[in-house]
């Protein structure tokens, strides 16, 4: 099954534990998101990064906790995310955490993408439920 719409995000940086070094600069921020679309719900989450000196060039990984309707499903889920910028090439994976629906998305797997265009987010998630 398919799912799309569109997102807005609120990132606010957090106190980190490590701070990094030799060119390395290491962040946490917390992820606040507002779904529209076929998934209506929220989230909220964390995000580690590690910025380099190199432009374009950086890292990301993220656990955030959805709870809304999924095509009229009700539930929650965890989504993590695993990001590398490589000199302006970018590679993202998002991927339901595996066992952590609740309610009607208990059986929950897939995948989502996130694109931007003109100021705004987009979300395509492909999953199934049994």
Request: net charge negative.
């Amino acid at each position: 099954m398919q799912a799309t719409g569109t997102f807005e995000v609120n990132l606010q940086p957090l106190d980190s534990y490590a701070k990094g070094g030799g060119g390395i600069t290491l962040g946490r921020m917390s992820i606040d998101k507002i779904f529209r679309g076929d998934l209506e719900g929220t989230s909220q989450g964390e995000m580690l990064s590690a910025m380099t000196d190199a432009e374009g060039s950086a890292g990301y990984v993220a656990i955030e906790h959805v709870s809304g309707v999924l095509q009229g499903r009700y539930g929650t889920f965890a989504l993590q995310h695993f990001g590398i910028m490589d000199r302006g090439t970018n590679r993202l994976i998002l991927e339901v955490v595996p066992e952590s629906g609740s309610g009607e998305l208990s059986s929950l797997r897939g995948t989502m993408t996130i694109t931007q265009a003109e100021g705004k987010h987009f979300y395509a998630m492909e999953f199934t439920l049994d």
